[in-house]
């Protein structure tokens, strides 16, 4: 006798029904936490302008709904974003208060120590307090040594924070990377004559950016 053998039909199995419904809710709390970064955003941005800081809503819309998306392709839905969320809105604010008034706020860089305490399980209490001791000590004896060259108070003290929060490795990166972007930056503009040479620059713009790229590493 002939055997029939039966042949599956090429057909996609059915999903089950307990993994859709997982999926549907990530979509759903990925959508609801870009759109509320984008809504504090639109807030934080009334609050500088209220203040006469040097703010842009467009710019910053874009940038809170773009941090939003890469830190969720980073980390997923976890309690990592909403500390890295918290990270951004800070360093926007004191970027934009630098390029105001070449000042910050010191409850700025107690937010980010405290934001850094959130995450000493993951980064270690070791290298975070290692961090912000070899940010700060250097630039400490740089303003102790003639000719006494150091970065601004609000600098030193935003750089150090930084580095608690991040560890001392990307501690050290993002002060290294945010000097260097700054120093290039500010001689490319000399050189076009838009700037002179003893006018004061800001900085904390350089280090809220590679600060935010050391917190994706």
């Not at 710019?59 to 951004?88: D, M």
């Not at 000399?190 to 004061?200: A, D, F, T, V, Y």
């Amino acid at each position: 006798m002939m055997r029939i053998q039966m042949i599956s039909p090429i057909l996609p199995r059915a999903v089950p029904h307990g993994v859709e419904k997982e999926a549907v809710f990530g979509f759903l709390g990925a959508l609801l936490f870009i759109g509320g970064a984008i809504l504090a955003g639109w807030l934080l941005t009334g609050v500088m302008r209220s203040k006469g800081f040097k703010t842009g809503l467009t710019v910053n819309l874009i940038l809170s709904g773009a941090t939003a998306l890469v830190l969720l392709l980073r980390f997923g839905l976890s309690a990592v974003i909403l500390q890295g969320i918290a990270f951004f809105y800070v360093l926007l604010f004191a970027s934009c208060s630098d390029l105001t008034s070449h000042t910050m706020d010191d409850c700025l860089w107690v937010m980010v120590l405290c934001l850094g305490l959130s995450g000493i399980d993951t980064v270690g209490l070791l290298s975070m307090l290692i961090g912000a001791a070899v940010v700060f000590l250097p630039q400490l004896l740089m303003s102790l040594i003639p000719p006494h060259q150091t970065l601004g108070g609000a600098d030193i003290k935003l750089s150090t924070a930084i580095a608690f929060l991040l560890g001392w490795e990307r501690g050290l990166a993002a002060l290294l990377l945010g000097l260097l972007a700054a120093v290039i930056t500010m001689s490319v503009v000399q050189r076009q004559g838009r700037r002179r040479k003893k006018q004061p620059f800001a900085l904390i713009p350089f280090l809220a950016a590679a600060a935010l790229l050391m917190f994706l590493v």
